[in-house]
């Protein structure tokens, strides 16, 4: 069965970035998937010190529960990235993450070796930002995460981005649980967008 690996980054858990996600995973739960949802919060996860042991054995130097992210990454069709804005960015959370692929980046890289380069696997990223809406809200995190998904080879067909969230929580947005639910009933067959409410 094809995979779903989808994490969650807020630390304050079934709020807004975390149901923003369960709306997504609702969808996506009409079809054929095997889902695995992760709380980055529930996890031990070292920060990313430069080391460059990654760059001459391929692996990371800390052994924690970046295993289980590891894993996730290397076993999935669709990778799901949900995080709070944070600094115009994403949170630290969810950026430690980010930095612990740089084991990827020194495989494919330093080492020169293949990882998952003829695969098509998607990636989509859900975003939440307490401010309200201006057009540019979300482009801070957007390179962030071009980045990230390239590292893990996945191609970043999707941005669902939420404004204003501190005023209005998600739960009072029908036309946004709506629209996201449809997007994961429709997983298999949707194009790229950038969708920002
Ligand atoms: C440390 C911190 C920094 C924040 N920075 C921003 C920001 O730069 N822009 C913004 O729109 N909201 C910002 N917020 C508000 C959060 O994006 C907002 O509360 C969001 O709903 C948090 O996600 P959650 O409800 O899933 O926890 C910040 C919140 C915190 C705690």
Redesign the pocket.
Known sequence: MKKVFALMG???KN????KLLNFLLEGIRTLDYDIEKIYIKDLDIHSCTGCDHCGKYGNCVFKDDMSIVYDGFDNSEIVIFSA?????SI?GMSKNIVDRCQKYWSIKYSLGKNYKRNERRKGIFLS????PYTHN?FDGTVGVMDLFFKAINVDYIGNYFI?N??ETPIEERIDVINEIKEIGENIDKVGNFYIHR
């Open positions: 807020s630390p304050r709020k807004n970035t975390d709070p804005l944070y600094f115009n949170n939440v930002g307490g401010a809200h404004s969230t501190d």
